[in-house]
Structures are given as C-alpha cells and as structure tokens.
C-alpha cells in the first residue's frame, strides 16, 4: 500500500469521539464528576489495513474500542462504519450492522461461556443471524475450526480443556463466523505466552490476507503492534497524541509522549540494552476525572513550555498521513 | 566472578511435585544452580515452567500440601534452608532474603498503613523499636524514590500508584539488608513508562547495595538490560544457563534460540513473519524419560524421545542440556 489514504477509503470513521463515565456519590447517588475515558477521538481505519491502537493502561484505547462497536454508550460524536453512521442507531438497527463488524477479546477464558461446546460457540452468532439448516451450520462450523488451526475432533469439547492458546483460536473462529469486515482485537495475546503470541498474530494475519479484513488491534504490546500494524494510533489519557505509519512513527516518534514510550521498551539484546537510554518520565498518570489543564501531558513532558500548561493542543496532521497533538510542531 | 568465592545460594537437585487428582505433577524436576555475591541472576521461562514454585519452595512458601519438596538440598550460607524448622526460616524470610512479588496490591495488606508494614519486619527481625523502626522506615522510603516520604508513610496501599505500590515492596524487602533478593515478576503488572522506573531504581540499589538477586520473568528485553546471568527453563528443568552477552548473542538450546526469535523488536528491522514455536508447552504429569522439547522441536531425533538430556557445559560456563550437543562435548572432553 502506497498512501492507503489516497486509494482505499475508510471503513470506519471515528470524528470527536467521547465516552465520559459520570462519577456518582452520596446517599442520591447524585453525580459529582466524570472520568473522561475518551475524550475527542478521531481516526479512520482504511479498507484492508490494520490500525494499532497503543497505550498504556488506563488511556481509554479499550473503551475507544468498544465505542466503535457500540458496544459501549457513547457521549458525543460520531462513528460511521461502511459509510453509514451507527452513533445514534437504536440497537434494532445495530443488530442488522453487527454481523460486519466483530471483536476479539483479552482473556479467552473469560470471553467464552464454560457451559456450551466450542461447536455452540462458535455456531451461536450463526444461529442468531443467519437461518441455516443444522447440516449446514455444522459444515461452517467444521470451515471456519479448520481455518483457525483446530482440530474438528475437538468440536463438542468444554472451553476449559484448551490451554490459552487453543482458546484464542476459538474467539478468532466465532469473531469469523459472520464474515465480518472488521474486527477490534482487543489485546489478543496480552494473556498468552510468548512462544504461543506468535502463533495467534501470524493466524491473525494469514486470515487478514485470506478474508481481506480490517483490524482495529489494541495492545501494549509496543514491539507486536509494529509488527503488525500498518498504521499506528497512540492514546494518552483518553486523547490520540499521534497516528502515523507504522515505520515512520517508530523510526521517528514526534510527539514526546511516543518518544518516552518507545524508549522505555527493553529489546531483546543486551548490547543495545546497555546503551538504550531510556526517557524515563517522572510521576504517573493523572487521573482522567481531573485531567491537567492545557496538554494532558503537561505535567509529566520533558519538553513542556508555557503554552502547554495552558492550551489545549489539537491533533493536526504535519507530514501527509502523520498527525501530531502537540505545541511543538504547532508554529 | 572469580572461582574461589562460595556462593551466596546454592541450589542442588532440587524437585518439587505436585500432587493432584490426575496423579504428581513434576513442576521442579532437579534443578541445580549456584548464585554468586552481586550477581544478578534472570530467570525465564513461560508459565508453567516452574520458575516461581523453585524460588518459593527455596523458602517454603509453597503450600503442602499438595506442593511436595521431593529431594535435594538449598544451602545458603552453610546452612541447608531446606532442612530448617517453621521457626528458623521464619528468621531468614525477610531478613537475610527479601521477595519482591509479582502483584503490588495483592501482597500489601490493605489495612494496615505502608509505614506499619514497613516497620514490621524492623520490629521483628532488626529488634528496632518506635522512634528508631520509624527513621530507618523513612530512610527506605527515600531510597527508593518514594516522594515526600513523612507525609506518605501513614497513607494506605490503595493511596499509591501501582508503580508506587511495587517501590513498597521493594522497600519492605530492603528492610533488613538482605543478602538476597528474590523478585518474582516485579514489573509483569506496570506499564513500560513504570517498568523503565522500576528497572533503574533496582538498577541503582544494585550499586549501592550490593546483594544478589534473582529475577524472574518471562520477559525476555527485561532480562537482556538487568541480569549478568541467565537460566531459561522449560517444563520444570533448565534448558540452558549462561552469561547475559554470551546467552543472546549465541543461543545453543532450540527453544532459547525460537524464544528470542519470536520476539519482534521495536527498532532496527521489522520482522516480515515471526517464528513461531509450533505445539504447546507440556503437562509434567510423568517424569520425562524424554526430552520435553522434542514434541516442539524443529532438530528432535530418536535420542530426544528416549532419553532426557543432562545440563553439560558446553562452552565456558555455558551450559546447554540437549542431545545436539552431547558429542560435541564428548569430542572435546
């Protein structure tokens, strides 16, 4: 892909997006505040690519994730998928739209019911969505175990005698069931071994190729997201400090906050080890119910001036495709 | 390091098993090492490999049962702790052996202040009391970078951060000037900004401090900027032990070298494809009469499903348990 942004347009588009979480105290439960989970976030997410959404926890990229399914309320803003604006539908119309858009979560454990069969599991979007003859619903089934690398024989077997693994792969057959267009991972292989986080990823992307899907992959993991990703999104209490290309935005960070993130990794070698200098911020993040005045990163920026401390700076884009939110490349 | 000096710990044919209903699991299956004073040792493996239930049961903090320490021996300082009654290592956990656990909020206690927890085992293991347990709870505080420490000291857990919750830990395991630290994936809960925090203060300690520690971690950037040492293991044994350079720079196990493959980096090249290792770690249900890799491994042959291969040093302190090399080392012996 050249600039996916000038052949390829977006199937998702995500403009202002807020997801606030009010905070209710007293016997009236009466509320006092909110907590800004996500606060004005805009993105594409182009036909066939894989946008990486990074940050640390607590920066709101899973919450930005569910909005964008609806899967959670939305404040303000709008999201449109496959051109049509899914913000306000009622949840009548959302169902008709679910089937093209899926999700894959963290902790297979916890994302599959114990009590229903892998063949259950993954026939249940089928069955809700799709009339199909039970013979049929069988063979898709069989399909999309032996697209996801598990053995047919395991069909009528209970989610807890998988191991991790095994048990993603499930997830990924029944995100797949409806032949959806996109899919939010959700930190895929955050609760998976390293030697078994490879295995997922490379599935993830052999069926991206197959099926020409559209990831939207959420993950901390800073060293698999550039791997994968083609364009990256980094998140900050709530907000996107920067969204570039993957190999531009890791070569050359612009925003501080990427710069500090992608300096804190440790790499696997210990001759750069010894001589990584690793920007370390001071202090921790602040809380999203009182987030600085001015930049969110004010307080913690090494770079930090006078106007940061009392203007919000925008996401503007300073390269074709590179957008930054920061005053230092504002002028 | 040179020769001469004894170790601080030395760890001989330990094995540990489990019992459970499907029959004893095999989760340390003789493990032999040696830590040297000032030495950072690292310890990877993936989970189940039984990295943390060989550091606990070095100090009897495994439950039994069903945990059952089924042989060898653990000495430190000329004494074996394996050996020792509830009351004697009692003495030695948190005295002379500080842990440092993986989850910060999990092993504070919440209801009692940080300052309290600090002070316990000052009270307990030093004999100080009151005005004297409060200042050197203070000193710990500061050294290791909690801000403003007079007016956290009465906060409770939940008032600190995660990052500043595991400098807590740290704190408490410092308490009494430990010969050795045992840390069991002190930064796996902490954001990378944090985990950068936490990696330089322990790296300052180190200097200042001096003792041994070991480090266990799946993860293996952290253990390429930390340790000086590295054991990997697999299903309950030791694969492969070596110097940290000598360890990445020329990996003899197939597992170590397919682990430090399937890690994308986050500069220099991007990988096209990871490697990946195919398969799944194993259940220790039998004692392997077999080497425990080879259903995973890319170079198993018919000696690996027969016989389990030893730990042999197979260049200068480098030491490797697998057929590919044993006549290699017969060679050269």
């Known amino acids: 892909?050249?600039?996916?942004?000038?052949?390829?347009?977006?199937?998702?588009?995500?403009?202002?997006?807020?997801?606030?979480?009010?905070?209710?105290?007293?016997?009236?439960?009466?509320?006092?505040?909110?907590?800004?989970?996500?606060?004005?976030?805009?993105?594409?997410?182009?036909?066939?690519?894989?946008?990486?959404?990074?940050?640390?926890?607590?920066?709101?990229?899973?919450?930005?994730?569910?909005?964008?399914?609806?899967?959670?309320?939305?404040?303000?803003?709008?999201?449109?998928?496959?051109?049509?604006?899914?913000?306000?539908?009622?949840?009548?119309?959302?169902?008709?739209?679910?089937?093209?858009?899926?999700?894959?979560?963290?902790?297979?454990?916890?994302?599959?019911?114990?009590?229903?069969?892998?063949?259950?599991?993954?026939?249940?979007?089928?069955?809700?969505?799709?009339?199909?003859?039970?013979?049929?619903?069988?063979?898709?089934?069989?399909?999309?175990?032996?697209?996801?690398?598990?053995?047919?024989?395991?069909?009528?077997?209970?989610?807890?005698?998988?191991?991790?693994?095994?048990?993603?792969?499930?997830?990924?057959?029944?995100a797949l069931a409806l032949n959806p267009e996109l899919i939010v991972c959700d930190e895929p292989i955050a609760a998976l071994d390293v030697s078994i986080q490879a295995q997922v990823v490379n599935l993830l992307e052999d069926l991206q190729e197959e099926r020409n899907l559209t990831y939207l992959f959420i993950s901390h993991d800073l060293g698999m997201v550039r791997h994968i990703a083609t364009r990256v999104a980094v998140m900050y209490l709530g907000q996107i400090?920067?969204?570039?290309?993957?190999?531009?935005?890791?070569?050359?960070?612009?925003?501080?906050?990427?710069?500090?993130?992608?300096?804190?990794?440790?790499?696997?070698?210990?001759?750069?080890?010894?001589?990584?200098?690793?920007?370390?911020?001071?202090?921790?993040?602040?809380?999203?119910?009182n987030p600085p005045e001015g930049c969110n990163f004010c307080n913690r920026c090494p770079k930090a001036f006078a106007i940061c401390l009392e203007v919000e700076p925008t996401l503007t884009e300073i390269e074709p495709g590179r957008f930054v939110s920061c005053h230092l490349y504002n002028g | 390091m040179s020769e001469d000096i004894s170790p601080v710990l030395?760890?001989?044919?330990?094995?540990?098993?489990?019992?459970?209903?499907?029959?004893?699991?095999?989760?340390?299956?003789?493990?032999?090492?040696?830590?040297?004073?000032?030495?950072?040792?690292?310890?990877?493996?993936?989970?189940?490999?039984?990295?943390?239930?060989t550091m606990m049961s070095l100090l009897s903090l495994l439950p039994s049962p069903p945990a059952k320490i089924n042989g060898g021996t653990v000495s430190f300082e000329g004494k074996d702790l394996l050996k020792m009654n509830q009351k004697e290592i009692r003495k030695i956990r948190g005295g002379k052996i500080g842990f440092i656990f993986q989850d910060p909020m999990t092993s504070l206690n919440p209801v009692f202040s940080v300052g309290f927890q600090i002070m316990e085992p000052l009270k307990k293991h030093m004999g100080l009391t009151g005005r004297k347990a409060q200042d050197r709870a203070l000193e710990l505080l500061e050294l290791v970078g909690i801000p403003d420490p007079k007016k956290r000291f009465k906060d409770y857990p939940h008032q600190f951060s995660g990052g500043m919750r595991q400098r807590v830990m740290i704190a408490i395991a410092l308490t009494c000037n430990p010969k050795l630290l045992i840390a069991d994936e002190p930064t796996t809960a902490l954001d990378v900004t944090i985990q950068a925090q936490i990696l330089e203060l322990v790296r300052d300690l180190r200097k200042k401090l001096g003792m041994a520690i070991i480090w266990i971690t799946h993860d293996l950037g952290v253990i390429a900027g930390i340790a000086t040492r590295v054991i990997v293991m697999y299903a309950g044994q030791i694969v492969e032990q070596a110097n940290v350079d000598e360890l990445f720079a020329n990996p003899q196990h197939p597992y170590t070298q397919a682990l430090i493959e399937t890690i994308p980096a986050v500069r220099g090249e991007r990988t096209k494809r990871l490697n990946s290792i195919r398969g799944q770690a194993p259940t220790t249900l039998i004692e392997p009469h077999f080497c425990s890799f080879h259903p995973r491994c890319d170079f198993a042959f018919n000696k690996c499903t027969s016989i389990n291969p030893q730990l042999i040093e197979q260049r200068k302190n480098h030491l490797v348990a697998c057929h590919l090399f044993e006549d290699k080392e017969v060679a050269v012996g």
């Open chain 1, 1 to 174: 892909m050249a600039d996916p942004r000038q052949e390829i347009e977006p199937l998702v588009e995500v403009r202002d997006l807020k997801v606030y979480f009010p905070i209710q105290a007293g016997v009236l439960r009466r509320k006092v505040g909110e907590v800004k989970a996500v606060d004005k976030v805009s993105l594409d997410i182009m036909k066939g690519e894989t946008l990486g959404l990074v940050g640390e926890s607590g920066c709101g990229k899973t919450t930005a994730g569910r909005a964008i399914l609806r899967l959670n309320d939305i404040t303000d803003g709008t999201v449109r998928i496959k051109g049509k604006y899914i913000h306000e539908s009622s949840h009548k119309e959302l169902r008709k739209i679910r089937p093209t858009m899926q999700m894959i979560f963290q902790d297979p454990q916890e994302s599959l019911n114990p009590r229903m069969t892998v063949s259950a599991i993954i026939s249940e979007p089928l069955t809700e969505h799709q009339s199909m003859s039970k013979k049929e619903r069988e063979e898709r089934v069989f399909d999309l175990m032996d697209s996801v690398g598990l053995n047919r024989d395991f069909a009528s077997r209970y989610p807890h005698e998988f191991s991790g693994g095994q048990r993603q792969r499930i997830g990924i057959a029944r």
């Open chain 1, 241 to 289: 400090v920067e969204i570039g290309k993957s190999d531009s935005l890791y070569s050359s960070p612009l925003h501080p906050y990427t710069e500090a993130l992608l300096s804190a990794v440790p790499e696997a070698n210990p001759e750069i080890e010894r001589t990584r200098k690793a920007i370390v911020l001071s202090g921790d993040v602040p809380s999203p119910a």
């Open chain 2, 10 to 53: 030395s760890v001989k044919d330990l094995k540990v098993v489990f019992s459970t209903r499907k029959g004893e699991v095999h989760a340390v299956n003789t493990i032999n090492f040696d830590l040297n004073s000032g030495e950072l040792l690292g310890v990877v493996g993936e989970s189940g490999s039984g990295k943390s239930v």
